[in-house]
Nanobody, 127 residues
Framework: QVQLVESGGGLVQAGGSLRLACAASGRTFSSLVAAWFRQAPGKEREFVAAITWSGTNTYYADSVKGRFTISRDNAKNTGYLQMSSLKPEDTAVYYC????????????????????WGQGTQVTVSS
């Protein structure tokens, strides 16, 4: 069983930056694809970013492309989401997700294709 624990959320002003971390345990992190999703009040959980096992390839939602960067350090069993130029509409609970199965096409963006989830960390961006 894989456990994921997010950290790094908080309150930040618009235009500011935050770095989220996702610490994994229970399985070798390098065997998992990893992703970040977010859920704002009253909205569906949506894809933010994903990264392949080795970190070679990354994928982003259009809404965060150019502002957010996903990365991973397999030696530390940790994934990251660097968020810059934050906007009030980025306010949400951010969830780390992971899975051991290969991804194809839309499988990267589909929350139902991820088995393991963290508890979430709140990010609030004030205007």
């Amino acid at each position: 069983q894989v456990q994921l624990v997010e950290s790094g959320g908080g309150l930040v002003q618009a235009g500011g930056s935050l770095r989220l971390a996702c610490a994994a345990s229970g399985r070798t992190f390098s065997s998992l694809v990893a992703a970040w999703f977010r859920q704002a009040p009253g909205k569906e959980r949506e894809f933010v970013a994903a990264i392949t096992w080795s970190g070679t390839n990354t994928y982003y939602a259009d809404s965060v492309k150019g502002r957010f960067t996903i990365s991973r350090d397999n030696a530390k069993n940790t994934g990251y989401l660097q968020m810059s130029s934050l906007k009030p509409e980025d306010t949400a609970v951010y969830y780390c997700a992971a899975d051991a199965r290969p991804r194809y096409g839309s499988g990267w963006f589909d929350k139902t294709k991820y088995t393991y989830w963290g508890q979430g960390t709140q990010v609030t961006v004030s205007s």
